[in-house]
């Protein structure tokens, strides 16, 4: 049973590109959840999702960001015309249900040029 | 003021010495996550707790919903446990949301 599987798990962009950022959740978890870690900073929440449905995302910033949990394939967080600040790390997390332990990614780590 | 928040921010033990970190957070709670980080930035994830004390291995995880506090504690501690150690709570919104907020993490070196 794989882990939860986040690629790629380093990403380059220069200002003004988009960013795909991809996670696969663990086989019989529903429940996928995105975080992100800014340089010297704490992990802060982004976004909630169950399969095709966004439940919270309260952490997103309203413009530029998206994210998507399909029916079929893993979940996308999606940045559009990154800026240098957008540089951080992005943790995927994955659970069955809201009640239990959360699996974490590897992360990936955004660079912007 | 940060609603988690850890204490030492900083810590350095010898292999072998109990091991203590700390969690208060001022929000009302459903549960409460510790986490650890290794250098390199994978992320595990040690326990969920909603009451009471968990245990497995050498590590020991209790919390007071009362005091709103929790204690991650390590025993016999070795050179491998050097991570980052993260407490995280699941806000109680009353609703179906999963949101976490984390603490700033405690970042622990045990010198061999």
């Known amino acids: 049973n794989a882990g939860v599987m986040q690629n790629p798990r380093h990403l380059v962009r220069r200002r003004g590109q988009e960013a795909r950022l991809r996670c696969s959740p663990m086989?019989?978890?529903?429940?996928v959840y995105w975080y992100r870690q800014l340089p010297e900073e704490g992990l802060k929440f982004m976004v909630y999702?169950?399969?095709?449905?966004?439940?919270?995302e309260s952490g997103m910033p309203k413009e530029r960001f998206s994210a998507e949990f399909p029916k079929e394939g893993p979940s996308i967080l999606r940045i559009q015309q990154v800026v240098r600040g957008d540089s951080a790390a992005y943790f995927c997390?994955?659970?069955?249900?809201?009640?239990?332990?959360?699996?974490f990614g590897s992360g990936t780590q955004l660079s912007v040029l | 003021k940060n609603e988690v928040e850890q204490s030492p921010q900083n810590l350095t033990a010898q292999e072998g010495e109990f091991i203590t970190i700390n969690c208060s957070y001022s929000?009302?709670?459903?549960?409460l996550h510790w986490l650890q980080q290794h250098p390199g930035g994978g992320i595990v994830s040690l326990f969920m707790?909603?009451?009471g004390k968990k245990k497995h291995g050498r590590l020991i995880a209790t919390i007071n919903i009362q005091e709103k506090h929790s204690s991650l504690h390590i025993t016999a501690s070795h050179p491998r446990d050097s991570a980052v150690y993260i407490c995280?709570?699941?806000?109680?919104?009353?609703?179906?949301?999963?949101?976490?907020?984390f603490g700033t993490g405690t970042l622990l070196a045990v010198q061999p």
């Open positions: 997390a994955s659970s069955p249900r809201t009640d239990e332990k959360l699996f």
């Open positions: 929000v009302g709670i459903s549960a």
């Open positions: 086989k019989g978890h529903s429940h």
């Open positions: 707790l909603s009451s």
């Open positions: 999702l169950q399969k095709e449905n966004i439940i919270d």
């Open positions: 995280a709570v699941r806000v109680d919104y009353g609703g179906a949301t999963n949101k976490l907020i």
